[in-house]
């Protein structure tokens, strides 16, 4: 049940956006992981043939759950869409002219994030500056409309305390991982799920925007719990006082960025302490 529902919802996030498909590859590395390390266990049973035919089940059903039902899914999503272009039911949807027109779409919008490369938008950002929040995304100002001294802004980026400590978090599982034999599957799962997130972007061609890290960040706030946990078992002063100060941290960055962040009115004065690294934000 748990296989099947993670591969329904998995059709859900493809007939969301296209980042549910990178995902994808990385549920695909942590099952056949899976498989490989069955199979080796499987060589010290006595009643292999089950486990065998177990096995083969299992991958049929993956077909069915990862790759029928998620198509379906995906394609099906453009009922509403097809609807406007003269769909009367589901099954008209099966017509060679309706699957046409949907394969069609994906190519349009494959093709216009590629002939995204060389616009010149002032707040893109390169897959690598995203963790250490180097350029935020700057959507709105309002001080045209602000008494003198005042000013509202809306911009885009990661709490500091959050994806600085997840990022030096990430680094450290990913490095005990490495330098285990028999790597712990919390590591594994958080290494790959964080990849499979934020590695495709850096061979994306169109320009990227910060706002594109959201989908990596649950990922470095797994890699922090891991981290905070290796403390604990070293010292449990020293889980108290990290994890304090982290918790603190990111309390009084959330509230001292929130105005910048939310279009909240604030005083120009104020604002002026929160352009760290010459961060455009207002």
């Known amino acids: 049940m748990p296989l099947g529902l993670c591969g329904v919802t998995m059709g859900v996030a493809w007939a969301t956006k296209w980042v549910g498909l990178y995902a994808s590859a990385g549920l695909a590395i942590l099952f056949f992981w899976t498989v490989f390390r069955r199979l080796r266990e499987m060589k010290h049973l006595k009643n292999r043939v089950q486990s065998m035919k177990s096995l083969v089940i299992t991958l049929l059903f993956c077909v069915l759950f990862f790759v029928i039902i998620p198509v379906l899914i995906y394609y099906f999503s453009y009922y509403w869409f097809l ?12 017509s060679h002219e309706r699957i046409d027109r949907v394969v069609t779409l994906q190519r349009s919008i494959f093709n ?35 008494p003198e001294g005042m000013i509202s802004s809306i911009s885009c980026m990661g709490n500091p305390a959050v ?5 030096a978090a990430l680094i450290f599982v990913t490095v005990r991982m490495c330098r285990q034999r028999r ?20 061979i994306v061609p169109r320009s990227t925007f910060i ?12 890699a922090s719990v891991l981290l905070l946990d290796a403390i604990r078992q070293k010292s449990e002063r020293a889980f108290a006082i990290t994890s304090g100060t982290l918790l603190g941290a990111a ?14 009115p604030c ?13 455009y934000n207002y």
């Open 267 to 279: 005083a120009r004065s104020y604002a002026k302490y929160l352009r760290w690294f010459k961060w």
């Open 83 to 94: 609807r406007a272009e003269g769909v009367r039911n589901l099954g008209d949807m099966l």
């Open 112 to 146: 216009y994030h590629a002939g995204l490369g060389g616009d010149t938008h002032y707040f893109r950002s390169p897959w690598y500056q995203w963790p250490i929040i180097w350029w935020p995304m700057w959507y709105y100002s309002g001080t045209g409309f602000m």
């Open 163 to 167: 994806w600085w400590f997840g990022l």
């Open 183 to 202: 790597a712990h599957r919390a590591d594994v799962m958080v290494v790959i799920g964080f990849a499979s997130q934020f590695l495709p972007w850096v």
């Open 251 to 264: 309390l009084v960055l959330f509230a001292a960025f929130y105005p910048l962040e939310s279009g909240l």
């Open 211 to 222: 706002y594109h890290y959201f989908a990596s960040v649950p990922f470095i706030i797994l």
